[in-house]
């Protein structure tokens, strides 16, 4: 979690460099340099941050890839994610799949309050959701991609959407399969993205079912009762999704799955007799290619339907429309 502990020195560092910002591009196009003129102290501004916040709390590393899946799940990676209730607005921080579940958000504002004051209006919600999933990986030892960016933020929210959308832990193979392909992704860049479950941790409520089912390892699953027993006093008890590295991004999570130590019903069912089982195998064996594949897959995810050019608007507050 970001802390008032470490901002007030990025803000004395970013008043010193406001200097160097410029004004907004209006170019249309997702790009790699988008921020090159505008803002050319953004990249850094962000990896500052994200490097500080997650060596105080590793968890916030997996919290922010989370929060930028969840954003473009939902009306594409537009930031609708952040918005908070409002009078005329349902935020989807209280959708089902969200609520009391996702981290991050105050990452995000020391971020977005730290840009603000070096260039004004200039870098949107949803760019920096892009850029802290792939800075935080990095931070946890993944690999690294080139973030195209020039995508700006949504004036609403979809709370239904965030409902009917976003893949529950309990779906089999082949809805897995028809969640991601509804965006646009393929089979391989689900099976890649599901290893962003390498690092984080998931709530007694969205694994308890799994815990009795017959593709576990009993003794797995006999570590995991006493946080997690039939009383749903035990809701929000968290455990690693990662067994064997739970704050290391590398490929210890397929393993897991080779040896039937997928936390989740939706893990498991990557390595359960099904079409999935030798990219599994694969990604268990050589980490150079789940990397390789995961930071495409990433790329493709953040491409998802981004709002660019005239439509939305760059928050100046990530949680409020302007």
């Known amino acids: 979690m970001a802390s008032k502990s470490f901002s007030s020195f990025f803000f004395i560092f970013f008043f010193a460099a406001a200097m160097f910002a410029s004004f907004p591009s209006s170019n249309a196009q997702l790009s790699a340099g988008f921020y090159d003129s505008s803002c050319p102290l953004a990249p850094l501004t962000i990896q500052t941050v994200i490097t500080a916040a997650v060596l105080l709390n590793p968890r916030i590393g997996a919290g922010l890839v989370r929060l930028h899946f ?10 609708s994610v952040l918005l908070d209730d409002s009078p005329t607005l349902m935020s989807e921080k209280t959708a089902v799949p969200n609520n009391n579940s996702l981290l991050g958000f105050e990452v995000v504002d020391t971020i977005k309050t730290a840009l603000e004051l070096l260039c004004p209006g200039t870098v949107s919600c949803a760019d920096i959701l892009a850029i802290a999933a792939r800075d935080s990986v990095v931070a946890l030892g993944g690999p690294t991609w080139t973030v195209l960016l020039g995508r700006r933020d949504s004036l609403i929210a979809n709370q239904s959407g965030a409902n009917s959308d976003l893949p529950p832990p309990f779906l089999n193979l082949n809805q897995l399969i028809t969640f991601f392909g509804n965006k646009g992704l393929s089979a391989q860049d689900m099976i890649a ?18 815990l009795n089912e017959s593709n576990i390892d009993p003794n797995f699953a006999a570590t995991l009762t006493p946080i997690c027993s039939s009383s749903t006093a035990d809701d929000n008890n968290l455990a690693d999704l990662d067994v064997s590295t739970p704050t290391t991004f ?67 507050n990530c949680r409020t429309v302007n």
């Open 70 to 79: 969840h954003d473009c799940f939902v009306n594409g990676c537009d930031a």
């Open 193 to 210: 993205l599901s290893g962003a479950h390498t690092f984080g941790k998931a709530r007694c409520v969205n694994f308890r079912a799994h």
């Open 250 to 316: 590398d490929n210890a999570y397929y393993t897991n799955l080779l040896n039937r130590q997928g936390l989740l019903h939706s893990d498991q069912e990557l390595f359960n007799g099904g079409s999935a089982d030798a990219l599994v195998r694969t990604y268990s064996a050589n980490s150079d290619t789940f990397f390789s594949d995961f930071a495409a897959a990433m790329v493709r995810m953040g491409n998802i339907s981004p709002l660019t050019g005239a439509n939305g608007q760059i928050r100046l």
